[in-house]
């Protein structure tokens, strides 16, 4: 029977795009204004985050010790909110739609390895939000996941989808759907 052998793990095809000096100074522009919790002011995060390439719509609030990998593949639709100690992994693209919240905790994975793999291969999808999505305190979504518009991902609950109903609360490890989300006046 095989085994896992980490000593052979090869990550050299992966490209995280931009250079490494523009990597290195986002390490340190993330570790001393998004994961520092001592920084509350959005509208600076929101300048840093467009600044390295994101593309950050109006009314964007984005709280305290949030942990984002790579800038320059996230995108953030109008008014839209990211909660405390929220980690937004984008080894991929993350598309985030209009009046989305990311509540505190919350993952965003994009992410995972080949565990049938020897060599434990890195594996890597995009995920998408479409407009109004909620995803729930400490609740995860994995690679090349794409919510569906007004989607709702439940506290604590784990999305591994690919694709998902509208309009739909989704909740458990792995999420599945359980009722229609009805939004009221």
Not at 85 to 91: P, Q, Y
Not at 99 to 120: D, E, I, P, R, V
Not at 125 to 150: K, Q, R, Y
């Amino acid at each position: 029977m095989n085994k896992t052998d980490l000593s052979k793990y090869d990550n050299s095809i992966y490209n995280p795009g931009r250079n490494a000096l523009i990597r290195f100074l986002w390490y340190f522009t993330n570790v001393l204004f998004f994961i520092n919790p001592l920084n509350p002011i959005s509208s600076l995060k929101v300048f840093l985050l467009r600044l390295f390439g994101a593309k950050i719509g109006k009314g964007v609030v984005i709280k305290p010790s949030v942990n984002i990998k790579y800038p320059w593949r996230l995108s953030l639709g109008d008014y839209s909110w990211v909660g405390e100690k929220v980690w937004i992994d984008n080894l991929a693209n993350v598309k985030i739609g209009k009046n989305c919240c990311l509540s505190q905790g919350a993952m965003l994975l994009t992410g995972n390895h080949n565990y049938k793999k020897t060599t434990f291969d890195l594996i890597i999808g995009n995920i998408v939000l479409e407009d109004g999505v909620w995803i729930g305190a400490n609740a995860t979504v994995t690679p090349g996941v794409h919510c569906n518009s007004h989607l709702v991902l439940s506290v604590n609950s784990v999305l591994i989808e690919k694709d998902t109903l509208p309009n739909t609360i989704y909740s458990g490890n792995p999420a599945k759907p359980v009722r229609r989300r009805t939004i009221e006046n």
